[in-house]
């Protein structure tokens, strides 16, 4: 468990809205990461982080917008959420121990647009 | 770009036996990390074996371990004493190795494992 905490775990929300979707870890790991999950894609990376208010972008990124204020917190917002939005999200760190192996992933987010 | 392919979008073996599910990769690069991920159903990403490029010898895990083929660039799992614990989602996973440390994990498009009692 590399303390990572995705809020919130499950939403719906309606065409058009904006939705932020927060990625919480309390170990000061330095490298986050979002990607989302599809059915016949794996997983695919949106945006990244490499320190705070240090991001960059994924395969994925159009139509999503993150920031880092703190090291503790990566936010990942849908500026106007799209049908084509609705999948799982998920969020992983770069373990502090391990800096140049593997990630540890939080438990995920469900988000339906309808 | 670096491409995961796992070609196996389903399998199934009967509890007990052995079961080994594929992976291949695209790169240039001669060091990276490989990985093979564990997804149940309560969705979590569970780590189940890494490899790194620069090590000849295959990584084991308890029940798993893998065979790694770099020339042909291929990295199987092998599901040993197949448990219906291991009924997942599994993912195989490529990283570049480098000195920035910002690298990121590209993903295959995952095989579901069936266990059968």
């Known amino acids: 468990d590399a303390g990572i905490t995705q809020s919130p775990r499950h939403k719906v929300t309606e065409t058009g809205t904006p939705v932020t979707l927060r990625c919480h870890q309390t170990?000061?790991?330095?490298?986050m990461y979002w990607y989302r999950q599809d059915p016949g894609h794996g997983l695919r990376l949106i945006h990244y982080?490499?320190?705070?208010?240090?991001?960059d972008k994924g395969e994925v990124s159009d139509g999503y917008s993150v920031s880092r204020s703190k090291t503790e917190d990566f936010l990942l917002t849908l500026e106007s959420a799209t049908s084509s939005q609705t999948s799982v999200y998920f969020c992983?760190?770069?373990?502090?121990?391990?800096?140049?192996?593997?990630?540890?992933f939080g438990q995920g987010t469900r988000l339906t647009v309808v | 770009a670096q491409t995961v392919t796992q070609s196996q979008p389903e399998m199934s073996v009967q509890e007990a036996e052995t079961v080994t599910l594929s992976c291949t990769y695209d790169?240039?690069?001669?060091?990276?990390?490989l990985f093979w991920y564990k997804q149940p159903p309560s969705r979590q990403m569970i780590l189940v074996i890494r490899?790194?490029?620069?090590?000849?010898q295959n990584a084991t895990e308890n029940r798993f371990s893998v065979n790694f083929q770099k020339a042909a660039k291929s990295f199987s799992l092998k599901i040993s004493d197949s448990q219906l614990g291991d009924a997942a989602m599994y993912f195989c996973?490529?990283?570049?190795?480098?000195?920035?440390?910002?690298?990121?994990?590209?993903f295959g498009t995952g095989t579901r494992l069936t266990i059968i009692p």
């Open positions: 490899q790194e490029a620069y090590k000849q």
């Open positions: 170990e000061n790991h330095r490298y």
């Open positions: 992983a760190i770069r373990h502090r121990d391990t800096e140049n192996t593997e990630a540890f």
């Open positions: 982080s490499y320190g705070v208010k240090d991001t």
């Open positions: 790169t240039s690069e001669s060091d990276y990390y």
């Open positions: 996973a490529y990283r570049s190795r480098s000195n920035f440390g910002n690298e990121k994990l590209t």
